[in-house]
C-alpha cells in the first residue's frame, strides 16, 4: 500500500514504516501530523485517484526531526572580467516517519 501526498507544495509517494524529508514544519519532534492532501492511494492493486485530492484519505506521521540538508554552492562569473562571486544554501527540512494510510 501506498500513496501520493503534497506537502508544502511538492508531492510525495510514500508508503507505511519509511521516512521522507518534507520541507521545515512548525511541529515539535515527537509529534504526529496527519497529512490531508493525499493525491492518490493505491491498496493492492485497487487505485483510487482523486481530483484533485481523495475525499477521506489521510495519511499519519510522526516527526522524526529536524535539520538541515548539505551546503549548495552557487555562483556567477563573467570572463575576462576579473568578476566572481559565490555563495552557498543550506536547505530546513523535516523527517517524517509515516505511520499508516486510511481511506
Known sequence: MYAVVEVAGFQYKV???ETVQVPRLEHGEG???TLDQVLMVND???VR???PTVEGATV???IVSHG???KLRAGR???RKD???TWGHRQHFTELKIGSISG
Open 15 to 17: 508508503a507505511p514504516g
Open 31 to 33: 509529534s504526529s501530523v
Open 44 to 46: 493492492g492493486g485497487k
Open 49 to 51: 485517484v482523486g481530483s
Open 60 to 62: 499519519s506521521a510522526e
Open 68 to 70: 538541515r540538508s548539505s
Open 77 to 79: 562569473f563573467m570572463r
Open 83 to 85: 568578476y566572481r562571486r
